[in-house]
């Protein structure tokens, strides 16, 4: 099968999708159009200036082009606005069948003059299959928990029934012994646990209950059909059985126990099937610290460090940035941008750490952008007055990309910021904080200048993408600078926060991004 990702303008995702594949009657096509843009409002947003907000003429009609390509089957999402299309946008659509989606009421007898609807649960079949892809599937799934064992041992799994599950069916429940081993093969499983509050969302390829085959205690929480479900059903004394005859016994129980204690945390639970969960687990490093000084909990190769038992706080000189309990990370900078970490680790207690090296987490999106949503947060906090005992515009030695110019340029301008912050804060009257605010812009469009030089000579890969970041920068603080000037200071608090991303942000991000560029 072939994947044609296929650009729209949209507030949340930029991409819609074609997939197509050959049969004996030629090509098949579908279109999976997901996150459009009602192109009504799309042709409002047409302009000629190519310094204004808006898009042009020439992609308008693009775009338009794009969604009424001809397919055999197109999926669209027509609730209207700007994060769905709208129906009548597809009235001269030559698509052999359209599907319409993300309606909330009854389509109106124009919308049922363009496509058709689907009922949970309706299939279109484009090309009829003649394979048994489920149990093709759950040998690839089982060869992932057991690498290393031989084929015929791995088809005696298979030699079990693959049963249908309805949904919201449980599967297992908290607090029974079950007598079978589950392996998802499709549809999606809820997890349960009461007493902890966890809930995961299960996919395919989880096994489900194959911890309780070593066990002397009953099923932690309860596993639950979200929707239709397959799963190959294996009888657990013949799963246990299967594991002793391959001498495995030590080395699932291991495997079980990492995945369970994966299973309590957000960055490896929600959204991570098991395969790549046992990926994980069998690359892991164990850091065990007896006490509170444990210099193997920050090494120097680029990974992940999470939190499984004991209790510790990230900190930023004195100040607590965040307190961590069990399932808590760190490491988020080194592992995104191999840069030096700004904050440092304090354990509280003795603790278990594991550590994931960056080369086995750097194929999983999903991880990589809740990684990256923490760094953001902790950026922030880092920023927040109310969490911080200094000035948040204070200098740190963790700055630094590594070119003395740069650098002391970067310490005049978080001393520049401070005075403009203290100014605002304390409510100076109007041209103190003018005078401040233009000598701290001046400065700036001389450091920018002076900046991107040192970048073009070290032939910095990202320069161009930089020096648009710096000119937004500028027109953002220009217009500020305007709005004072016009006795305009009801808007003092995002101009507080624009200023903080300006000088902290840039630098902590983007300025450190060329600093890790250097040291490669």
């Given at each position: 099968?072939?994947?044609?990702?296929?650009?729209?303008?949209?507030?949340?995702?930029?991409?819609?999708?074609?997939?197509?594949?050959?049969?004996?009657?030629?090509?098949?096509?579908?279109g999976h159009f997901a996150?459009?843009?009602?192109?009504?409002?799309?042709?409002?947003?047409?302009?000629?200036?190519?310094?204004?907000?808006?898009?042009?003429?020439?992609?308008?009609?693009?775009?338009?082009?794009?969604?009424?390509?001809?397919?055999?089957?197109?999926?669209?999402?027509?609730?209207?606005?700007?994060?769905?299309?709208?129906?009548?946008?597809?009235?001269?659509?030559?698509?052999?069948?359209?599907?319409?989606?993300?309606?909330?009421?009854?389509?109106?007898?124009?919308?049922?003059?363009?496509?058709?609807?689907?009922?949970?649960?309706?299939?279109?079949?484009?090309?009829?299959?003649?394979?048994?892809?489920?149990?093709?599937?759950?040998?690839?799934?089982?060869?992932?928990?057991?690498?290393?064992?031989?084929?015929?041992?791995?088809?005696?799994?298979?030699?079990?029934?693959?049963?249908?599950?309805?949904?919201?069916?449980?599967?297992?429940?908290?607090?029974?012994?079950?007598?079978?081993?589950?392996?998802?093969?499709?549809?999606?499983?809820?997890?349960?646990?009461?007493?902890?509050?966890?809930?995961?969302?299960?996919?395919?390829?989880?096994?489900?209950?194959?911890?309780?085959?070593?066990?002397?205690?009953p099923a932690e929480a309860?596993?639950?059909?979200?929707?239709?479900?397959?799963?190959?059903?294996?009888?657990?004394?013949?799963?246990?059985?299967?594991?002793?005859?391959?001498?495995?016994?030590?080395?699932?129980?291991?495997?079980?126990?990492?995945?369970?204690?994966?299973?309590?945390?957000?960055?490896?639970?929600?959204?991570?099937?098991?395969?790549?969960?046992?990926?994980?687990?069998?690359?892991?490093?164990?850091?065990?610290?007896?006490?509170?000084?444990?210099?193997?909990?920050?090494?120097?190769?680029?990974?992940?460090?999470?939190?499984?038992?004991?209790?510790?706080?990230?900190?930023?000189?004195?100040?607590?940035?965040?307190?961590?309990?069990?399932?808590?990370?760190?490491?988020?900078?080194?592992?995104?941008?191999?840069?030096?970490?700004?904050?440092?680790?304090?354990?509280?207690?003795?603790?278990?750490?594991?550590?994931?090296?960056?080369?086995?987490?750097?194929?999983?999106?999903?991880?990589?952008?809740?990684?990256?949503?923490?760094?953001?947060?902790?950026?922030?906090?880092?920023?927040?007055?109310?969490?911080?005992?200094?000035?948040?515009?204070?200098?740190?030695?963790?700055?630094?990309?590594?070119?003395?110019?740069?650098?002391?340029?970067?310490?005049?301008?978080?001393?520049m910021a401070d005075i403009?912050?203290?100014?605002?804060?304390?409510?100076?009257?109007?041209?103190?904080?003018?005078?401040?605010?233009?000598?701290?812009?001046?400065?700036?469009?001389?450091?920018?200048?002076?900046?991107?030089?040192?970048?073009?000579?070290?032939?910095?890969?990202?320069?161009?993408?930089?020096?648009?970041?710096?000119?937004?920068?500028?027109?953002?603080?220009?217009?500020?600078?305007?709005?004072?000037?016009?006795?305009?200071?009801?808007?003092?608090?995002?101009?507080?926060?624009?200023?903080?991303?300006?000088?902290?942000?840039?630098?902590?991000?983007?300025?450190?991004?060329?600093?890790?560029?250097?040291?490669?």
């Open positions: 099968m072939e994947v044609k990702p296929v650009f729209t303008p949209h507030p949340v995702e930029n991409t819609i999708f074609i997939f197509r594949s050959l049969s004996g009657k030629g090509l098949k096509t579908f996150d459009l843009t009602d192109l009504s409002l799309l042709k409002k947003m047409i302009t000629s200036d190519q310094t204004a907000p808006g898009i042009s003429a020439e992609l308008f009609e693009s775009v338009k082009e794009n969604y009424l390509v001809e397919l055999n089957l197109k999926k669209v999402d027509v609730g209207g606005g700007m994060i769905h299309g709208n129906a009548s946008d597809f009235i001269k659509d030559k698509t052999a069948k359209i599907l319409l989606a993300h309606i909330s009421g009854d389509f109106t007898d124009g919308q049922k003059q363009i496509g058709s609807g689907a009922p949970f649960g309706m299939t279109d079949i484009l090309i009829p299959s003649h394979h048994e892809f489920t149990r093709s599937s759950a040998y690839i799934y089982l060869k992932s928990y057991f690498p290393n064992i031989s084929h015929h041992f791995i088809e005696m799994l298979l030699n079990n029934p693959i049963v249908n599950i309805n949904p919201e069916s449980i599967i297992i429940k908290n607090g029974e012994i079950p007598e079978h081993v589950y392996l998802v093969l499709t549809g999606n499983i809820e997890m349960l646990n009461q007493s902890s509050g966890i809930k995961n969302i299960l996919s395919a390829g989880a096994l489900i209950g194959d911890y309780l085959a070593f066990e002397e205690a309860t596993f639950r059909a979200m929707s239709f479900s397959q799963m190959l059903k294996i009888p657990l004394e013949f799963y246990r059985e299967f594991i002793l005859k391959n001498n495995l016994k030590v080395e699932i129980r291991e495997l079980n126990r990492r995945r369970r204690i994966f299973n309590r945390t957000g960055i490896f639970a929600d959204g991570i099937s098991s395969k790549i969960q046992n990926k994980i687990a069998q690359a892991i490093e164990i850091i065990e610290c007896e006490g509170t000084q444990c210099a193997a909990s920050s090494k120097d190769s680029p990974g992940l460090y999470l939190l499984v038992s004991g209790r510790a706080r990230i900190m930023l000189e004195n100040d607590i940035i965040e307190n961590l309990e069990p399932g808590g990370f760190w490491g988020e900078t080194r592992l995104l941008y191999n840069m030096n970490e700004l904050f440092k680790i304090k354990l509280l207690e003795p603790s278990v750490i594991y550590f994931a090296p960056r080369e086995i987490l750097t194929d999983i999106p999903i991880i990589y952008w809740k990684i990256r949503e923490v760094y953001e947060r902790r950026m922030k906090t880092m920023l927040n007055p109310d969490f911080v005992s200094k000035s948040i515009f204070k200098w740190y030695e963790d700055y630094k990309v590594g070119i003395a110019e740069i650098d002391e340029q970067h310490k005049k301008l978080i001393v403009l912050y203290k100014n605002i804060i304390t409510n100076k009257n109007k041209t103190v904080i003018l005078n401040s605010l233009k000598f701290l812009l001046d400065y700036t469009n001389h450091h920018f200048s002076n900046e991107e030089i040192i970048m073009g000579n070290k032939k910095y890969p990202e320069l161009d993408k930089h020096k648009k970041l710096h000119v937004q920068l500028i027109e953002q603080i220009s217009m500020f600078e305007l709005k004072f000037e016009k006795n305009n200071f009801e808007i003092i608090d995002d101009f507080i926060d624009l200023l903080k991303e300006w000088i902290i942000g840039h630098i902590l991000t983007e300025d450190r991004k060329f600093s890790a560029y250097l040291k490669r």
